[in-house]
């Protein structure tokens, strides 16, 4: 079993920055990838970003140039440092593990940006 805690979400205005952290504990093979999810209200989810252990990584176009994704594999953590903050950014954001071909999910939290 694996768990995902993510922390990091809150209100910033337009042009601001927030930092997202993502841990994960459980299970943990060796070869993973993790990621960020987003859901806007109305909308489905979609891939922000994800991350391979080796560090390659991959960015939906909406957020290229303005979020890095990175993680940490000693301590299982994934980060999302989103700057340039837009209000269409607003929405859920979920962090995932995924290993074996299972999907793990966070519970989500909350990122909303005043205009």
């Known amino acids: 079993q694996v768990q995902l805690v993510e922390s990091g979400g809150g209100l910033v205005q337009a042009g601001g920055s927030l930092r997202l952290s993502c841990a994960a504990s459980?299970?943990?093979?060796?070869?993973?990838?993790m990621g960020w999810y987003r859901q806007a209200p109305g909308k489905q989810r979609e891939l922000v970003a994800r991350?391979?252990?080796?560090?390659?990584?991959n960015y939906a176009d909406s957020v290229k140039g303005r979020f890095t994704i990175s993680r940490d594999n000693a301590k299982n953590t994934v980060y999302l440092q989103m700057n340039s903050l837009k209000p269409e950014d607003t929405a859920v954001f979920y962090c995932?593990?995924?290993?074996?071909?299972?999907?793990?999910w966070g519970q989500g939290t909350l990122v909303t940006v005043s205009s």
């Open positions: 995932n593990l995924n290993q074996l071909l299972r999907n793990y």
């Open positions: 459980g299970s943990i093979f060796s070869s993973n990838v």
């Open positions: 991350i391979t252990r080796d560090g390659m990584s």
